[in-house]
């Protein structure tokens, strides 16, 4: 059966893995997913079939978390739900870039730091080897990290923007806005367009995305299940 979607940001897991990532990916049939050491995600097909399902699970082997966008999904026996939630995608149609004065591109020596402040921050996923996706940048002050930004997926022409997130104690000076302006602007140097995720939930985020230029390309739902033990 034929996997048909309209647009690269349809499926950007997949349209990734086919083309700019190919190198993190692990393919069985129809679905691909990120090396579990780099990334979470799976991408697959819109109508999830019995055969689909053997493959997703063994992807990801027992017992395993894993995100399925869209809905009305039907889970097989063995198979477990964990949660729902909304997703919000954005482009950034208007976004004003720019280049950052002393941001500084992030590499393997800065990745306990990046840990540490993802997960006082909680932006989303984020694994050791997740800033091997694209340029991050980040800020520091007396020598800490206090605020990054990155690139994840990379569909075809389109760069996702990710991994925003600012330690507490410097929040309310537009850092985040700053760096996300900043992995922009590097992102169209090359030609792409920048487009992000947001939590349905995360309202305050995703006001600020829409006042500084972008605007939401479409709603969806991740479903979060649990493959058989």
């Given amino acids: 059966m034929t996997i048909e979607y309209d647009h ?3 499926d950007p897991i997949r349209s990734s893995l086919l083309g700019e990532h190919a190198k993190f990916a692990r393919s069985i049939g129809r679905s691909f997913r990120f090396d579990p050491e780099v990334a979470p995600f799976l991408g697959h097909p819109p109508v999830i079939e019995d055969s689909d399902w053997a493959d997703i699970a063994q992807l990801f082997g027992p017992g395993d978390i894993v995100s399925l966008r869209g809905v009305g999904h039907r889970l097989p ?12 995608q954005l482009v950034g149609t208007h976004l004003e870039t720019r280049p950052l004065a002393g941001a ?12 540490d402040l993802v997960a006082r921050t909680q932006p989303g996923p984020f694994l050791p080897r997740t800033f091997e996706l694209g340029t991050y940048l980040g800020l520091r002050d007396e020598g800490a990290l206090i605020a990054m930004a990155g690139e994840r997926m990379h569909p075809t022409g389109w760069t996702e923007i990710s991994a925003v997130c600012t330690d507490p104690a410097y929040r309310g000076r537009g850092l985040a806005t700053d760096l996300v302006r900043a992995v922009g602007h590097g992102i169209r140097e090359r030609g792409e367009k920048p487009f992000l995720h947001a939590s349905a939930a995360n309202e305050n985020a995703i006001r600020l995305y829409l006042s500084i230029g972008f605007e939401i390309r479409q709603r969806s739902q991740l479903t979060l299940v649990r493959t058989p033990a």
């Fill in 104 to 115: 500084l591109r992030l590499g393997a020596t800065d990745v306990p730091e990046m840990l």
């Fill in 8 to 10: 690269p940001l349809d």
């Fill in 77 to 88: 026996a063995g198979w477990g739900l964990v949660d729902q939630f909304g997703l919000v």
